[in-house]
């Protein structure tokens, strides 16, 4: 029998800041994990460069179904709070569009940062750690039994993610505990992440695998302006994940593939100069070429702009400025960088962490229903509500 104060089940980006915070606070903090190694989806992140913040971090870059839910936590550990650690370890970094900020050399620095901040407040970190089972004692006091021992202590935080990426090993664990204390979990799904396409679709378009163009893609709920990516299963790139993450199936998205230009407009202006110019010609110095005979009939491609009627000219500019699609899914956890959904905000202090109900049990981090946009918000509410649960557990 190991007797401790903290147990925290997960040694990722929330489960490490809370640590290091209990553990600065003089409490005895042991990290539990599945995995052979911690932060491994730190590692992955950003392409290995780790996505880590954003300079401009706002609760309404964040998805739940309690909105006002992230505020707390946000505005009590910031983005600069983060950035003060970051320069404290002397961590090169670099700001990409949107204010996304990304580790010069390896994402490397942040779990080393974190490992070492573990060890000045002497957090314990037990890996490779399969938890059989967890059981509240009458004293207000937890039991895990573990493949290895078992382990009492006074409080346990939940930080094991969602069902994200599972070759990275994600699972469940956190819900089925928030339901084995009859605490609601919002029903989940994959979120950033890429659309599959309809059978027929999927053949029209699988020719254009590669290509990526700027453009703007919205529903009824939100609008992202990004690059979009077309790829052999479907459509990929920021703006598709941004928009993923609001999206309902059966719906169709809008694309506008030149947002800053008036196609009608530029059509027209074409056609006054009395030039003789095949329309094809004209829309391929704006559009890649593969992208253009996509969306575009050929019969109107290989006419010269002289001889295009108004409402040809319309229906080219619909095309371009106003496609429609309607995805025949996603890609699924296998490929999502976040879960949408989790345990329900209402069932937890938005101040503490600390379920409502079970005194001593809290969750942090992705297995609550809070989603950040792509751009480091994920991040960022991974050490905020970490932060905040290490100043109480």
């Known amino acids: ?18 640590a290091i915070e209990a553990g600065k606070r003089g409490r005895r903090v042991l990290v539990l994990d599945s995995a052979r190694k911690p932060g491994k989806k730190i590692l992955i992140s950003g392409g290995g460069r780790c996505n880590f913040t954003n300079y401009s971090i706002e609760p309404e870059n964040f998805i739940s179904q309690n909105p006002h839910f992230c505020k707390s936590a946000l505005s009590r550990f910031t983005q600069w709070d983060f950035l003060a650690l970051i320069d404290q370890y002397n961590i090169p970094f670099h700001e990409r569009s949107h204010g996304q900020l990304f580790c010069n050399e390896s994402a490397k620095d942040i779990l080393n940062m974190l490992l070492a901040e573990c060890e000045v407040a002497q957090v314990a970190i037990q890996l490779n750690c399969t938890i059989n089972k967890i059981t509240q004692l009458s004293d207000n ?11 009492q202590c006074q409080t346990i935080v939940i930080a094991t993610g969602g069902l994200s ?9 956190g819900y089925q505990i928030a339901n084995q ?14 659309f599959t396409l309809q059978p ?6 699988s020719q254009l695998s590669g290509i990526a163009v ?26 598709i994940l941004q928009i993923s993450s609001y999206w309902q199936v059966g719906e169709r998205i809008t694309v506008n593939f030149l947002p800053n230009k008036n196609v009608l407009l530029l059509l027209k202006e074409k056609r006054n100069k009395k030039i003789k110019i095949l329309v094809k010609n004209i829309l391929s110095d704006l559009l890649p070429k593969r992208l253009i005979e996509v969306l575009i009939d050929q019969k109107l491609l290989t006419v010269s702009i002289q ?10 500019a619909n095309n371009i400025e106003k496609w429609k699609i309607k995805p025949s899914g996603t890609e699924g956890y296998r490929t999502a960088e976040v879960t949408l959904g989790g345990v329900d905000c209402a069932a937890i202090s938005s101040k503490t962490m600390e379920s409502n109900t079970v005194s001593g049990l809290y969750f942090i981090g992705e297995v609550v229903d809070v989603t950040g946009w792509l751009g480091g918000y994920n991040f960022q509410w991974a050490w905020s509500s970490g932060w905040c649960a290490g100043q109480y557990v």
Request: net charge positive; proline share 5%.
């Open 141 to 151: 006091q937890f039991q895990l039994k573990t493949d290895k021992k078992i382990i």
């Open 1 to 18: 029998m190991q007797k401790t104060d903290v147990v925290v089940i997960g040694a990722g980006a929330s489960g490490l800041m809370c």
């Open 307 to 316: 001889d295009i009627s108004n409402q040809q000219m319309s229906e080219i």
């Open 200 to 205: 027929s679709d999927k053949n029209n378009f």
């Open 214 to 239: 700027p453009c703007v893609v919205s529903n009824e709920r939100q609008t992202f302006a990004e690059n979009i990516l077309f790829t052999h299963r479907g459509l990929s790139g920021p703006v």
């Open 165 to 173: 990426i599972p070759k990275m090993g994600a699972t469940a664990f």
């Open 181 to 194: 204390f009859s605490i609601n979990v919002q029903p989940v799904s994959a979120g950033l992440v890429p």
